[in-house]
């Protein structure tokens, strides 16, 4: 027994794949005006706060013991005076979340902001 397409089937199959793509789109659209700032910290005092967009270029020395580097949508840690350079070693952070900590120094880098991902679903 052979099954053949019908007509109906074309309709259900076009509409699934046109709902698969404005969802698609809705969710590409939602992720590029998200809100990232970095946040820096010494001694549990927050220094400064930075809205991380395209266009920011910016290095925080803080007294020579830490630099800081906020380029684009991106903030590391490029420079400190301690002894293990963990914090240095983290790396560029990129996302809401990510923290680099220089404990040292008493040094720490945050990534805050809506960032439209979906940490957990709870049913």
Known sequence: MRSKLKWGDFVIIGVVLA?????AAVLAL???GDQLYAEVWQDNTLVERVQL???TDRTIDL?????IVLSGRTARMQSADC???VCVRTGTLTHAGQVAVCLPNRVV????GDTGEIDAIVS
Request: hydrophobic fraction near 40%; avoid cysteine; charged fraction near 25%.
């Open 19 to 23: 709902l698969a793509a404005a969802i």
């Open 30 to 32: 939602g992720v590029s």
């Open 53 to 55: 967009t395209e266009e």
């Open 63 to 67: 007294d020579g013991h830490n630099v």
């Open 83 to 85: 002894r293990d350079q």
């Open 109 to 112: 880098l945050r990534l805050t």
